[in-house]
């Protein structure tokens, strides 16, 4: 298996886990998981790409935010920006901006999948379960 390969493994495994709400396990396998993401094919994006330990320390939340930043200068729409923000403000506590998040999220799903980004891919499990929750968030949200 290639370090791509063990990467996106760990990967998808944390978000299963963080997913169940299993945060001691989020927290076990997160920094190796977070922190081997496809840094050979995204060089940059490997440190803070979704990590979703719900009650990590303000540096998590700092990190993930500028991380989005970073992705977002890159790439305006791309579906990881609104999965570090989401969970970065659910982390704060800041319901309004992780509700936007989520409804960002939805808004620019349907045109980011069809550019067809090989981390959209190689996460696929991922984004249906963000999706998933995005859309419970939507249908509680006040009109």
Same mark, same amino acid.
């Given at each position: ?6 990467? @996106?493994?760990?990967? @998808? &495994? ?37 990590? &979703?330990?719900? &009650? ?38 800041n319901t309004s901006q992780e509700r936007r998040a989520y409804a960002d999220f939805l808004r620019n ?19 249906? @379960? ?9 249908? &509680?949200?006040?009109?």
């Open positions: 298996m290639s370090p791509e390969e063990r990467a @996106n493994r760990l990967f @998808n &495994r944390v978000m299963v886990l963080a997913e169940a709400g299993r945060q001691d396990s989020v927290q076990f396998f997160s920094p190796d998981g977070v922190g081997s993401l496809c840094a050979t094919r995204h060089p940059g994006r490997g440190r803070a790409l979704p990590r &979703r330990p719900a &009650r990590a320390g303000r540096g998590d939340a700092t990190a993930a935010l500028a991380q989005a930043d970073s992705i977002q200068r890159a790439a305006p729409s791309h579906l990881f920006i609104y999965i570090l923000r989401a969970h970065a403000y659910q982390q704060d506590g799903e349907p045109s980011e999948m069809t550019k067809s980004r090989p981390e959209y891919g190689d996460h696929s499990d991922a984004l249906t @379960n963000f999706k998933a929750e995005a859309s419970r968030q939507a249908s &509680r949200s006040p009109s």
